[in-house]
């Protein structure tokens, strides 16, 4: 079993910077690959980024690309998302998520919102 907890969402300007963390318990933070998802109003949850367990490897959307970065820092068992040059298209509520043991996101926080005006 692994808890996730998002920290981080607010109100940002459009082009503004936000930082988001998730901070994870239960299983070993280092056995598994983490990510991080977006649900905005009347649409479907969609993949924002994701790491591999041992940091080697990132993912992200192309909506995403150049703008966030997605970090971990397994020694504090929390994992990061840097959001930079931020737009309103951006708002949504932002998710964690973990892998479980088949590599398939089993795992999710409760949500952290963020918004961006224009």
């Known amino acids: 079993q692994v808890q996730l907890v998002e920290s981080g969402g607010g109100l940002v300007q459009s082009g503004g910077s936000l930082r988001l963390s998730c901070a994870a318990s239960?299983?070993?933070?280092?056995?598994?690959?983490v990510g991080w998802f977006r649900q905005a109003p009347g649409k479907n949850r969609e993949f924002v980024a994701g790491?591999?367990?041992?940091?080697?490897?990132?993912y992200y959307a192309d909506s995403v690309k150049g703008r966030f970065t997605i970090s971990r820092d397994n020694a504090k068992n929390t994992m990061y998302l840097q959001m930079n040059n931020l737009a309103p298209d951006d708002t949504a509520v932002y998710y964690c998520?973990?892998?479980?043991?088949?590599?398939?996101?089993?795992?999710w926080g409760q949500g952290t919102q963020v918004t961006v005006s224009s």
């Open positions: 998520a973990a892998e479980g043991v088949g590599g398939a996101f089993e795992y």
């Open positions: 239960g299983r070993t933070f280092s056995a598994y690959g």
């Open positions: 790491i591999s367990r041992n940091d080697a490897n990132t």
